[in-house]
């Protein structure tokens, strides 16, 4: 049975890196902004006086009048009008690129805090399985059951990859199709199969560029590998204006993701934890800004549906506005219970980006009453991470003899009921 905590209350305030971080960003805006308007002046004026100055020039002529002076002094504003024009371009350039650097604004419901430590306790499913044994780590038991291979992966990729060897990689597969089949047949997404590869301006539109260029993979052609389903997802209707009625638009695809972990280095470097290639069930949800809040507690039901059926002992938590990603306004994050290192891991996060990142993307929608055209609230959250899912099935379901119990719900997927 899910526990749900007293929540306390939301508290006010500033000073997280996030928000500090934010605030360089827009004193820095504030001075660009400030020279396009000065720029943008001086145009004006040397622009109005080339106009006078002509008018001026067809007076001396038709008098027979000397116009060198005049035309002479026009030179030079011709000149500095080019000038102004190549700094303004600049500015503006640089003015849109800082505009890129700065993260979405947090629901007032976010509590203030600093790091993970500060993150709400919002519900626990379950209990925390009990052994009369030592459990040990997917690690441990992968390689002791024969359906990890940490070493071969690296001999062929490097480190951070792994390869699932017979029933880990028919789990990877059950889960996969577990997932999918639950979303499209109970939680009503559609499922889609997006390309694996997108452009710059997809990754913009979502808010991995240019910000976070590092942790991607790009190709020689100047694609990106996905880092996530919710960048091909999201940008299906880039700079597309949907209908009121098709509202809300609730989207599911399985894919592989590529994350090159810059930054992380000595964590989590042992096991499937974090990889630079792993599988994940992404949902993804676009919405009428008056209903996303209620579209982000479904979507976060949805993922934990997968947890439930599957029997797994979980949290709910509420990310603090240190905590919270770039693109994000409120996100949940659903942490799994893995014995083998006594902890709660996370396994998947909801969040309620607004319309954050319609605007980049150009993500519109058409009111039924009429009028202009308002931007779309985005949703995304994993429905789950499918190597962390696997991972915690391993772990919370390990048998003192050594074999694993398969959930009851995943045994048809898997055709049978332990991996011994």
Known sequence: ??????????????????????????????????????????????????????????????SGKDTSTIIAEMGKVASRLKEIQAERNEVEEKLKSSQLDIPNKRH??????KSSEDNRVERIFGKKPEFDFKPQDHVALGEKLGILDFERAAKIAGSRFAVYKGAAAKLERALINFMLDLHTQENGYTEILPPFMVN?????????????????????????????????L????????????????????????????AGSYGKDVKGLIRQHQFNKVELVKFSHPEKSYEALEKLTNDAEKVLQKLGLHYRVVTLCSGDIGFAAAKTYDLEVWLPGQNAFREISSCSNCED???????????????????????????????????????EQFQ????????????QSYFGGDRIS
Request: proline fraction near 7%.
């Open 399 to 410: 048998q003192k003899e050594g074999g694993i119990a398969i959930p009851k719900i995943l």
């Open 108 to 113: 007032p419901s976010v509590p203030v805090g």
């Open 1 to 62: 049975m899910s526990q749900r905590l007293i929540p306390s209350p939301p508290t006010a305030g500033e000073g997280s890196p996030r928000d500090i971080s934010s605030r360089k960003v827009k004193f820095g805006m504030n001075i660009l902004d400030t020279r396009r308007k000065e720029l943008q002046h001086e145009y004006d004026t040397l622009r109005a006086k080339q106009n006078q100055a002509s008018k001026e020039i067809q007076e001396l002529k038709k």
């Open 234 to 261: 999201t940008n299906l209707f880039q700079n597309e204006i949907l209908k009121e009625e098709e509202l809300p638009i609730s989207l599911v695809a399985y894919t592989p993701c590529f994350r090159a972990e």
């Open 356 to 394: 954050f990142q319609a605007r980049r993307a150009g993500i519109r929608f058409k009111p039924k009453a009429g009028g202009k055209p308002q931007f779309v609230h985005t949703l995304n959250g994993s429905g789950l991470a499918v190597g962390r899912t696997l991972i915690a099935i391993l």
């Open 200 to 232: 710059e301006k997809a990754l913009i539109g979502t808010g991995q560029l240019p910000k976070f260029e590092e942790d991607m993979f790009k190709t020689t052609a100047g694609y990106y590998l996905i880092s996530t389903a919710e960048i091909p």
